[in-house]
């Protein structure tokens, strides 16, 4: 078990919908970051949370957007869903701050893809 | 620039054999480098990980060997197994001061696969 659960673990939408994907992370772990990985690509950054507040975003535009939860659990929301945004997604998880990535646990993603 | 880039795509180890994947980067300000494992259906798994400030690093059949002049960083799996068959990502990342720390960089993944 690795202590990150993601949920739905797969989910089909039509292209200009939206989407939340959920994620919940061990108790303690108030750092989380989401990944975007598409097939046979390595993962891509999209944002992290650190006690509720984002403090890192990669290259993807305002419509994915994050929430992060006092209960250690967390959402990424996509708005007007395009075809390219087909993916997995990836949770990742620690305990304290995002200085030591040693400590991360990814979950098992949510495999989406848009039609 | 962020791009880690690996190589080979795919490998393909006889059991007991050596798997070599090797992976360069361009960002000097990286300080952290991780390889993960991930098999189908999985999210990644540290495997190991290395600072710049060592050359090598071994844990059991797993070695990364480090070259920090020339940016680049490798791999080994000695005594390759069945078992070791996934999805093998290397990965950079800087681990304090700046935006981006705490922000994984991947490479695009080797997928190796070992016959019995």
């Known amino acids: 078990e690795t202590g990150v659960t993601q949920s739905p673990t797969h989910l089909i939408k039509t292209r200009g919908q939206q989407v939340t994907l959920r994620c919940s992370s061990q108790?303690?772990?108030?750092?989380v970051s989401w990944y975007q990985q598409a097939l046979g690509q390595g993962p891509q950054f999209i944002f992290q949370y650190y006690r509720e507040e984002e403090n890192g975003r990669g290259n993807f535009p305002p419509r994915f957007s994050g929430l992060q939860f006092p209960n250690y659990s967390s959402e990424l929301n996509v708005n007007a869903l395009e075809l390219d945004d087909s993916a997995l997604y990836l949770c990742a998880s620690r305990r304290g701050q995002p200085l030591r990535v040693d400590g991360y646990t990814f979950g098992s993603g949510t495999r989406l893809t848009v039609v | 620039q962020q791009q880690v880039k690996q190589s080979p795509q795919s490998l393909i180890v006889q059991k007991g054999g050596i798997s070599i994947i090797n992976c360069a980067y361009e960002n000097t300000a990286f300080d952290y480098f991780p390889w993960y494992q991930q098999f189908p259906g999985k999210g990644p798994a540290l495997l190991i990980a290395?600072?710049?400030?060592?050359s090598e690093k071994k844990e059991g059949r797993f070695t990364i060997s480090f070259n920090k002049s020339a940016k680049q960083f490798s791999l080994h799996i000695m005594d390759s197994q069945p078992g070791d068959s996934a999805t093998y990502f290397c990965a950079a990342i800087r681990n304090a001061g700046g935006t981006s720390y705490g922000k994984l960089t991947f490479g695009q993944g080797t997928i190796l696969t070992v016959h019995p």
């Open positions: 290395i600072r710049p400030d060592v």
């Open positions: 108790s303690g772990h108030n750092t």
